[in-house]
Nanobody
């Protein structure tokens, strides 16, 4: 019920794009807003974007205009489209509920480097 599975990370050059995916149980998806969190090396985990059950999205200032969060309620999946990536976007990306309620998944690693 509480398992979160993230995927889609990788190594990309500055200016590149990645699309992250996260699947959750139907019960979780029906109940909660969902968010993407990022933990940069040596820093605390931070919330970068979240989307409520009807698709309204909110972004941290650092990613506004570059990242797009969306959810497919038929697939119980939340996405994070990341464009114009910079080295400051490097980190481990996790999804979870809003507020964070479930155990963290394994995350997916994003590395932005030339």
């Amino acid at each position: 019920q509480g398992q979160l599975v993230e995927s889609g990370g990788g190594l990309v050059q500055p200016g590149g794009s990645l699309r992250l995916s996260c699947s959750a149980s139907e019960k979780v998806f029906r109940t909660y807003s969902m968010g993407w969190y990022r933990q940069a090396p040596g820093k605390q985990r931070e919330l970068v974007a979240h989307v409520n059950r009807v698709g309204a999205a909110y972004y941290a200032n650092s990613v506004e205009g570059r990242f797009t969060i969306s959810r497919d309620n038929t697939k119980n999946t939340v996405y994070l489209q990341m464009n114009n990536l910079t080295p400051e976007d490097t980190g481990d990306y996790y999804c979870n509920t809003i507020p964070q309620y479930l155990p963290w998944g394994q995350g997916t690693q994003v590395a932005v480097s030339s």
